[in-house]
């Protein structure tokens, strides 16, 4: 097959993905629409070209040449019939969750030795835990996320500086992005139209909403409350007061579609001192602030918003599991886990005034253990810690 000569590696995948090439696993790829799952199949398939492995099958059910593909049954046919009868095939499907009961199929073809199968979807239960016990452990899931501060540099052919990264909040990392002239008039009208796509195919078309009205409001909700603590009776509550009366079972399950098309993640928050999940009040970021600022507009009052919302971005991307931490009356903005080590990080817009100052480094000093704490900010400051509390400014913490 024929791949776009375009593209630019995304190296951070690429390492977590080559150890298992070639290995009796399903490799399956999830993320928001246009976060890049496509092309990033394209990598590994140049990948496997380059090694000088031929045997590749490529299936995109976006495209009308694979409409006839419609079940487990049509696919299993399929891939069988063109396989190779000599050597390994390489096997890339995207977009899986548009076919029916895909996981018979995948479960029926890690029965052959020479397949390697590797798909993608634009839903976060593509692999609910009903199918993930049916595949039997038989498969390793990545999330694909936007670009990165690093990588968007990289797509745009940048320098870093202080207007790259003011472009980097504006726009988001939609890979695309690096198509079009970074104007508000462009982007904002190319990031509304995946709006609407995720909303239309990815949640109503999907679930059969039929309150579409409250679905949008919803939207705009979270974007303009972004990181604040809300619980579904909240929002419920707060929506009556615009007369609109949802009842909050509706709320909950209108979010969850917001979370399962990556528009939106949900945060927990986490007892730092009795190591529990709390059940209710969570908070909500976005997976592309592009797309939350094409919504709700680029506002200054809501810097603070932003700031907080790009560093939740970056620890997923690089690798942490994120909660809000409370201790007693106090927050902790990120607790993040990674591989047994624990970071606590406060996020300040500036540090100028004292009582921010000991406020943000002193409900991390409370902290009884001695995890890395960081107090992140957009000032630019190289000194001594805060009684060994590292200040680190944005553009270091995004780079790091």
């Keep these: 097959m024929k791949i776009p000569n375009n593209i630019i590696q995304r190296e951070h995948y690429l390492d977590k993905i080559i150890p298992f090439v070639g290995k009796n696993l399903i490799k399956v790829f999830t993320g928001q629409r246009r976060v890049g799952k496509s092309y990033f199949l394209f990598q590994l398939i140049y990948f496997l070209q380059q090694k000088g492995e031929n ?40 977009e899986i969750q548009d076919i029916l009961n895909f996981e018979d199929a995948l479960r029926s073809l890690l029965l052959y030795e020479d397949l390697d199968l590797y798909c993608t979807g634009s839903n976060a239960n593509l692999l609910s835990s009903d199918i993930a016990g049916y595949l039997s452990g038989r498969y390793i899931e990545t999330i694909i996320y936007s670009l990165d501060y690093s990588e968007f540099i990289q797509f745009h052919k940048l320098e870093d500086s202080s207007s790259t990264l003011e472009l980097f909040l504006k726009y988001g990392g939609l890979p695309y992005l690096k198509n079009l002239d970074l104007t508000d008039e462009i982007v904002f009208e190319y990031l509304k139209n995946i709006y609407n796509t995720i909303v239309y195919r990815d949640i109503i078309n999907r679930y059969k909403v039929r309150n579409t009205l409250f679905l949008e409001q919803l939207v705009l909700f979270l974007s303009g409350n972004t990181g604040s603590i809300f619980s579904s009776k909240k929002i419920s509550d707060f929506l009556k007061s615009q007369k609109i009366n949802i009842p909050t079972s509706q709320v909950q399950l209108y979010i969850s579609y917001l979370v399962n098309a990556f528009l939106v993640h949900k945060v927990a928050r986490y007892d730092i001192v009795g190591k529990r999940i709390f059940e209710i009040g969570e908070k909500y970021y976005f997976e592309n602030l592009g797309i939350r600022n094409s919504i709700w507009g680029y506002r200054v009052e809501d810097k603070g918003k932003i700031l907080e919302n790009v560093i939740y971005n970056h620890l997923l991307y690089k690798g942490y599991k994120v909660n809000i931490g409370v201790l007693g009356a106090n927050e902790i903005d990120f607790v993040c886990e990674k591989n047994g080590e624990k970071l606590y990080i ?13 406020r943000e480094f002193g409900n991390l000093l409370k902290i009884k253990d001695n995890y890395n704490k960081i107090v992140i900010t957009l000032d630019t400051f190289n000194g001594n810690t805060y009684n060994g509390i590292e200040t680190m400014d944005l553009k270091q913490f995004l780079l790091s």
């Design 55 to 94: 045997s590749i099958l490529y299936i995109n059910k976006e495209d009308i040449a694979f409409s006839f593909i419609k079940n487990a049954t049509d696919l299993h046919d399929y891939i069988i019939a063109k396989k190779s009868k000599k050597t390994k095939t390489y096997v890339f499907i995207d």
């Design 346 to 358: 406060q996020v300040a817009l500036s540090l100028f005034e004292t009582q921010t100052i000991e």
